[in-house]
């Protein structure tokens, strides 16, 4: 059985692109949203809003997304919460490291609105199936 996907807290610093994004993401996906504009709000939010995934920018200004992500991991209480990089530094060696430290997977931006609720979606659906087998192993 899948756990659905429903709350995400997206980070982005650039105003056009939450905006772009929340109308993606909450009009066309569905989504319940918390629209960060930068890492430390997201550190701040995170822990009362209790997303199901989080949508992170790298390039920010006050913290910027691999800090946000190494905090978020170093916090018990949100640190099993996935996370996405959504950025235009998406080269080969970039999104190794990117994932290298702890991001569930990479979204290229510029990035399509209409498709991203169902990229969102199988990123998700990957996720959850991976959790599964991990149980399935355990048990």
């Not at 199901?52 to 946000?68: H, I, R």
């Not at 290229?108 to 996720?127: C, G, H, Q, V």
């Amino acid at each position: 059985m899948t756990m659905p996907l429903q709350r995400i807290t997206y980070v982005e610093d650039d105003h056009d692109i939450r905006a772009i994004a929340e109308l993606a993401l909450g009009t066309l996906g569905g989504y319940e949203l918390d629209l960060c504009e930068n890492g430390q709000q997201a550190i701040e939010r995170i822990p009362r809003f209790r997303p199901d995934m989080v949508l992170l920018d790298v390039m920010m200004p006050v913290m910027d997304g691999v800090e946000t992500l190494k905090t978020l991991k170093s916090m018990p209480e949100v640190a099993a919460i996935p996370v996405i990089f959504m950025t235009a530094k998406a080269q080969r060696h970039e999104v190794q490291s990117y994932k290298a430290i702890g991001a569930l997977d990479v979204i290229t931006k510029p990035f399509d609105p209409i498709e991203l609720p169902a990229r969102i979606a199988e990123i998700w659906i990957r996720f959850v199936a991976g959790c599964e087998d991990i149980r399935r192993e355990a048990s």
